[in-house]
């Protein structure tokens, strides 16, 4: 099974500062036939469902602010935020979909400085 | 626009069976990867199940295999997850949830409100 580890567990940032998320997987999650990383990640506000942000690691979903970046590739991700809102405070998951089990990241709360 | 309604949920026995069902609207249910993701209260996301858009393949977490099954009725735009021999571990909210594409391996893109399962005596 691939795991996913996020850092740092819970983050406090002021409002219009940059917020950094890592993820990083027990393997790599990029399949070499079509070049791209099974790694997504969500949003959850509390009492809500999770809200998918980045998909292939670094696509945006349509409609999500283009504060919201990501990168990375192989093992190790990154989600930015680049001028936190006060409607950004929320726990944020990776996910690889590369193989089954899928599986989450335990999560980072983002909350306000 | 997407919806997906699950129902089913409840209080159930160690032991005991229960079946979750997710109405789709909005989107050709069909073409589409469904999952199941539980979050137990106050925990993060589980991924529990997912099949593909044919219904062809099904895929399971360790911790359900063997006692959940997850099935599609695609004339009746709706998704299922039959849950047998429950334990107090399998307490959570279960999420019902769309992928982007017809293949297992694509991500989630929308999701319900989810339906709660409490599994005590």
């Known amino acids: 099974d691939i795991v996913m580890t996020q850092s740092p567990d819970s983050l406090a940032v002021s409002l219009g500062e940059r917020a950094t998320i890592n993820c990083k997987s027990s393997q790599s999650v990029l399949y070499s036939s079509n070049n791209k990383n099974y790694l997504g990640w969500y949003q959850q506000k509390p009492g809500q469902p999770p809200k998918l942000l980045i998909y292939w690691a670094s696509t945006r979903e349509s409609g999500v602010p283009d504060r919201f970046s990501a990168s990375g590739s192989g093992t190790d991700f990154t989600l930015t935020i680049s001028s936190l809102q006060a409607e950004d405070v929320a726990v944020y998951y990776c996910?690889?979909?590369?193989?089954?089990?899928?599986?989450f990241g335990p999560g980072t709360r983002l909350e306000i400085k | 626009e997407v919806q997906l309604l699950e129902s089913g949920g409840g209080l159930v026995q160690p032991g005991g069976s229960l079946r979750l069902s997710c109405a789709a609207s909005?989107?050709?249910?069909?073409?589409?990867?469904m999952n199941w993701v539980r979050q137990a209260p106050g925990k993060g996301l589980e991924w529990v199940s997912v099949?593909?858009?044919?219904?062809?393949?099904?895929y399971y977490a360790d911790s359900v295999k063997g006692r959940f099954t997850i099935s599609r009725d695609n004339s009746r735009n709706t998704l299922y997850l039959q849950m047998n021999s429950l334990r107090g571990e399998d307490t959570a909210l279960y999420y019902c949830a769309k992928c982007r594409g017809g293949s297992c391996y694509s991500a989630p893109d929308s999701w319900g409100q989810g339906t709660l399962v409490t599994v005590s005596s």
């Open positions: 996910q690889q979909y590369y193989s089954t089990p899928i599986t």
């Open positions: 909005g989107f050709t249910f069909s073409s589409y990867a």
């Open positions: 099949i593909c858009d044919n219904g062809g393949s099904t």
